[in-house]
């Protein structure tokens, strides 16, 4: 079965960092590409950044680049998105969204269950 | 970027209905749409993907169609789990702008 498990959400202060986990199981997570993808209290959902299967491309809505940065590691069957200079903007339930295999248009076909950030001083 | 809009925002419908929500981008994205629904408090789940391929194990009184710039998604019979809230999501090109959604309530 097809887990993908978010982890690492919490209360920090504007300014302040997060790194947030999601850890792939029941495939073989070092064939797929990932994204993270938020969703604001009451609001709507919004792409926030995608990397390749092997890392080697990353990509980052406007609203993140330059503070966020997306990773994995294949070894650990885990991906990772590093959160700096946070902003009460940011405040949301974040998701790990795995795309389909072989698809194009990068449709999410697995979606952990989310964890929430919230920047508040 | 791509803007994604969708109409109606929010509509109100009976088990039974023919629900159809449309999509609409700011410029042509071929067939790369997907669909998601999303219920309160869970994670979305993808529906249909290139505009018109149903994903394994969504019911088939959900289609979609469309290309280019206008898309739709329709439910022939509404049934009481489909209730929530639908998403659209471009997938041509990043950054894979989603619509406003749209929600779908009992009358």
């Known amino acids: 079965e097809v887990q993908l498990v978010e982890s690492g959400g919490g209360l920090v202060k504007p300014g302040g960092s997060l790194r947030l986990s999601c850890a792939g199981s029941?495939?073989?997570?070092?064939?797929?590409?990932f994204n993270w993808v938020r969703q604001a209290p009451g609001k709507g959902l919004e792409w926030v950044s995608s990397?390749?299967?092997?890392?080697?491309?990353?990509y980052y809505a406007n609203s993140v680049r330059g503070r966020f940065t997306i990773s994995r590691d294949n070894g650990k069957n885990s991906l990772y998105l590093h959160m700096n200079g946070l902003r009460a903007e940011d405040t949301a339930v974040y998701y790990c969204a795995r795309d389909a295999k072989a698809i194009i248009g990068t449709p999410h076909d697995y979606w952990g269950q989310g964890t929430l950030v919230t920047v508040s001083s | 970027d791509i803007q994604m809009t969708q109409s109606p925002s929010s509509l109100s419908a009976s088990v039974g209905d023919r629900v159809t929500i449309t999509c609409r981008a700011s410029q042509s994205i071929s067939s790369f749409l997907n669909w998601y629904q999303q219920k309160p408090g869970k994670a979305p789940n993808l529906l249909i993907y290139t505009a018109s391929t149903l994903q394994s194990g969504v019911p088939s009184r959900f289609s979609g169609g469309g290309s280019g710039t206008h898309f739709t998604l329709t439910i022939s019979s509404l049934q009481p789990e489909d209730f929530a809230t639908y998403y659209c999501q471009q997938g041509y090109t990043t950054p894979f702008t989603f619509g406003p959604g749209t929600k779908v309530d009992f009358k």
């Open positions: 029941g495939f073989t997570f070092s064939s797929y590409d």
């Open positions: 990397i390749s299967s092997t890392g080697g491309s990353l």
